[in-house]
């Protein structure tokens, strides 16, 4: 490894960007979740 942790922290466009990434993943994930432990307490409570 060439050990360089000398990289400039990032700019505020790639910081949107990967806020954007994280949103982009994170929504449906989150609401792929919610309805999953909504359909699993269904399942169990009937």
């Keep these: 490894m060439s050990g360089d942790s000398s990289q400039s922290p990032p700019s505020a466009g790639r910081r949107g960007l ?25 399942l169990f409570t009937g």
Excluded: D, N, T
């Design 18 to 42: 990967i806020a954007f990434s994280w949103l982009w993943v994170g929504v449906p994930l989150a609401y792929g979740l919610y309805e999953l432990v909504r359909k699993a307490a269904q």
